[in-house]
């Protein structure tokens, strides 16, 4: 019969003998050993691991028997790729330890990628768990996944009023096992998975259009993604945030070359917003003439004189159809 035996983390003190023993040191900077206990997760493989990395590329000095980092050592970029690997590592070996259920929840975390309820998360799974016992145990590994840092709770995002009542994806320290466990699912899964959570969303009117577009982008409803990365745009438009609106509209071109004809209205509209977001950014002197030949031929009438004119025709026009 198998056991599963769960070793305890290094204390403070292990951790700092592991350091000296690696280092040959007789003792070790306070922010050293920090770096170490928070980034290994107190593990002694993976502490080993981020010594030696950080040894190797000379991050690490030994003067007096006492080892430390060198000055301005998070500047390097021997630091950010030693620190990296070595949360990478971290986080999978964490997930190692993660039942099957557990991990199936991850994975259908990385799916929805956004902020979400946990009822998402729970209906998604509902959904599509291949194994029944995954849907019996979805509340326990939920609060499992929160408990371990995995998922942050309701309680732990109040202070982020944005995402008030929501769980989301960790950021920090295990954000990189988020796309190791989107990699595992295969195409087709991830297309259905995606296309479960983009209706639920749409259904429970719970995302904005840049979200839902994302989501039929990624589950290949090209029709619907068109449709939402389009108001995406104008909403970025509207909001001035030009660069994003500007973002989404090449992304619009290059989906709706390669997909049916183009509607001549839409052409137009984009063409404009495209001129607009480049003037506002410093990238088209011509905008006048070229917004104003867009409106034109979108049946609107002669515009003001004048960039702030010209835009105000345009949201107007914005509206129409």
């Known amino acids: 019969e198998l056991q599963r035996h769960h070793l305890e983390g290094l204390s403070m003190a292990e951790c700092s003998a592991l350091c000296c023993d690696v280092l040959a040191a007789s003792h070790i900077h306070p922010a050293l050993l920090d770096l170490v206990m928070d980034k290994a997760d107190a593990t002694p493989g993976l ?6 990395a950080l040894r190797e590329t000379s991050l690490v000095i030994v003067e007096e028997d006492l080892a430390a980092l060198i000055p301005n050592a998070e500047a390097s970029p021997h630091y950010a790729k030693a620190v990296t690997q070595s949360v990478e590592q971290t986080a999978m070996s964490r997930v190692e330890r993660l039942s099957s259920s557990q991990v199936y929840l991850l994975k259908i975390a990385s799916i929805v990628k956004h902020g979400f ?5 729970k209906h998604v799974v509902r959904q599509s768990a291949p194994d029944p016992g995954v849907v019996d145990t979805v509340d326990s590994d939920l609060r499992h996944l929160v408990s371990q840092g995995f998922i ?4 732990r995002a109040q202070a982020d009023r944005r995402r008030s009542s929501m769980c989301s994806v960790e950021t920090l320290k295990l954000h990189s ?3 190791s466990m989107y990699d595992t699912i295969l195409f087709r899964e991830r ?3 995606h296309l479960l959570v983009a209706r639920y969303l749409e259904q429970e009117k ?7 577009a994302f989501h039929y982008r990624r589950g ?3 029709k619907s993604a068109l449709h939402y990365m389009s108001l995406a745009a104008r909403e970025s438009f509207v909001q001035q945030s030009y660069d994003q609106c500007l973002s989404t509209l090449k992304e619009i071109g290059a989906m709706e070359e390669a997909s049916s004809p183009i509607p001549p209205v839409a052409e137009i509209r984009r063409t404009f917003m495209q001129a607009a977001c480049a003037y506002h950014l410093g990238l088209d002197p011509e905008f006048i003439a ?7 031929r979108l049946g609107c009438p002669a515009p003001s004189l004048g960039a702030h004119g010209v835009a105000s025709e345009a949201l107007i026009s914005l509206r129409v159809r």
């Open 117 to 121: 309820k946990a009822e998402l998360l």
């Open 152 to 155: 942050r709770s309701d309680k």
């Open 290 to 296: 070229s917004a104003t030949e867009a409106l034109r």
């Open 47 to 52: 502490a080993r691991q981020l010594l030696l």
């Open 220 to 222: 290949g409803e090209s």
């Open 191 to 193: 297309r259905e998975l």
């Open 206 to 212: 719970e995302a904005g259009s840049a979200v839902l």
């Open 177 to 179: 096992i988020y796309g």
